[in-house]
């Protein structure tokens, strides 16, 4: 069979087999096969492949292997804009919205603290969670490399900790969220503005509202409230929100400026 030598870079190798990482490896291949499929058979989601250069050159997914190609396959670049050299990263989407896989339900709360829309996909298979990434325009968040390699899943993150505020500084680093976050002006978006249980929106309510739903002492101390119009829960600036804006401002590096949510 053809040949091709395949050399991955950088985190890339945290996907190959220990004695496999950091050197180029010869790997043989089917007449027909693409770039792509060869990278994945290596175990490597082609999410989180920024640049393939095939003899120094910039090629795609589809690109077709001929014997003796040398491949050189790259990670997604956090501090270099690379977008005029890659043709394998997707275009960025309008608005950036998530979908959280199972085991990553207290980073999809995280996300919606932030105020970014962050469905947690809960018991949903795969499948389901690919379709719903494609038909919503979702980025796929998941620990399952597999389900990274679907077709149809063009933007995803395999997340590598196991702690969640490690796995939200992953996501931060990964698609640059301090930004976004740092420009928001507050008010119906921005920190604080989501449900951290069912992902909706907040509302502003009056208090007389809400009261009858407000234990006394919280009566008593608060004036300023919000509520989820999906669950109906209640929140206003406790303690626990102190904690929440603590973690705010050790992710960001800095006081957020703008207004938050309540």
Not at 55 to 83: M, N
Not at 207 to 213: D, E, I, Q, W, Y
């Amino acid at each position: 069979m053809p040949s091709v030598t395949i050399r991955c870079y950088e985190e890339l190798n945290d996907f190959l087999p220990a004695d496999r990482r950091k050197l180029p490896l010869t790997v043989a291949f089917p007449p027909g096969c693409t770039v792509k499929a060869a990278i994945e058979d290596l175990g490597v989601p082609h999410t989180e492949v920024d640049l393939v250069l095939v003899d120094g050159e910039s090629v795609d997914f589809t690109h077709r292997l001929r014997d003796g190609d040398s491949i050189s396959v790259y990670p997604v670049f956090e501090a270099l804009d690379i977008a005029a050299v890659t043709k394998v990263r997707p275009a960025p989407l309008r608005e950036l919205r998530f979908v959280a896989d199972v085991h990553l339900g207290t980073l999809a709360g995280f996300l919606r603290m932030f105020g970014f829309d962050a469905l947690f996909a809960g018991r949903r298979g795969d499948e389901d969670i690919a379709r719903l990434s494609r038909e919503q325009s979702r980025i796929v968040l998941t620990r399952d490399r597999g389900l990274l390699k679907r077709r149809i899943v063009t933007h995803g993150c395999l997340v590598r900790s196991l702690a969640p505020r490690e796995q939200l500084a992953e996501v931060f680093a990964r698609f640059d969220l301090a930004g976004p976050v740092l420009r928001c002006t507050g008010g119906s978006s921005g920190i604080f503005s989501r449900c951290m249980s069912c992902n909706e929106p907040l509302v502003r309510v009056e208090k007389s509202a809400v009261l009858p739903l407000l234990p006394a002492r919280v009566a008593q101390a608060y004036e300023k409230f919000s509520q989820c119009p999906g669950c109906a829960k209640v929140f206003w600036r406790g303690t626990h929100w102190e904690r929440m804006k603590d973690l705010v401002e050790e992710v960001l590096g800095v006081e957020p400026a703008q207004p938050l949510m309540l």
